[in-house]
């Protein structure tokens, strides 16, 4: 079943002067499980589209459907509920929150749910281990490398095992070694826990990783590849 659905999406920035289609009549399914990379030129869309099937922005026209639900029918309430119960974010500005330390800023979300406390400690420090920064649980972003940051950014969408992760660029700022480690937590999770990724991304060897490559271009989709046997 298809949990995310564009409908003759469009996003037209600056509309009233001179106006920038950044996605034009977009539509497209992302199935429960998926493990799906959106690829394509700078300025093709994608952190557009993670941004609208997130409901962090509202298209211009065209419709997101999310499990069933048409998202632009929820109150600003709702949509932020559902964001918290069910999407893990992973920003390229990470929005890590300065006063805050790693474990604090990935607990935060888990605390919201209303999640036991004991519980959100130990999912906090797992996760935070799983990303290799068991020795900067309790550093603040100023004090982490830009890597570091991208990490606990990571940690935080993944903590509260979120139905589905959205993530633009998750390797952008992370050394190779890194970026495989980070791929591999991700297809873990995929895997063994069911959730789906939707990551956005230039990175040859996360575009190898991914099940499906879909390649937009000027706003439009390109190419949807979907590789068999993975
Ligand atoms: P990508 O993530 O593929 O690089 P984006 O979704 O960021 O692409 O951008 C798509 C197009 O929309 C680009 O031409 C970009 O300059 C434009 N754009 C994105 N955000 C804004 C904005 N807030 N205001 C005006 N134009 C924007
Ligand atoms: P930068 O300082 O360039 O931002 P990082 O903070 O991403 O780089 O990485 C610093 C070092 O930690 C690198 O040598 C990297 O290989 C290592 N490292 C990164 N991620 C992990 C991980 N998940 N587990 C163990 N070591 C890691």
């Known amino acids: 079943m298809a949990i995310i659905r564009t409908e003759n999406l469009f996003k037209i920035y600056n509309e009233d002067t001179i106006p920038v289609f950044a996605l034009k009549d977009l539509s497209i ?38 499990d069933g639900t048409d998202i632009a029918t929820l109150k600003k309430n709702e949509l932020i509920d559902f964001r918290m119960m069910n999407i893990g974010f992973v920003f390229q500005s990470f929005n890590l929150i300065p006063v805050l330390t790693a474990i604090e800023n990935v ?4 605390e919201l749910q209303g999640m036991p406390q004991n519980e959100i400690k130990q999912r906090a420090i797992q996760v935070l281990e799983e990303v290799g920064l068991a020795d900067k649980l309790h550093s603040r972003p100023s ?88």
């Open 143 to 230: 004090e982490l490398s830009g890597g570091q940051q991208q990490r606990v950014a990571v940690a935080r969408a993944l903590a509260s095992r979120p139905k589905y992760v959205l993530a633009d660029e998750p390797t952008a700022n992370l050394d190779g070694k890194s970026a495989m480690n980070l791929l591999d937590i991700m297809a873990r999770l995929n895997q063994e826990e069911g959730m789906t990724f939707i990551f956005s991304t230039h990175d040859q060897r996360v575009i190898e990783r991914a099940r499906r490559v879909v390649t937009l271009v000027d706003g439009a989709l390109h190419e949807d590849l979907k590789k068999n046997g993975l």
């Open 107 to 110: 607990s935060f979300i888990m």
């Open 29 to 66: 399914s992302f199935e429960l499980g998926e493990f799906s990379a959106v690829v394509g030129p700078s300025g093709s869309g994608k952190t557009t589209l993670l941004n609208m099937i997130g409901g962090l922005d509202i298209p211009t026209r065209g419709k997101v459907w999310i």
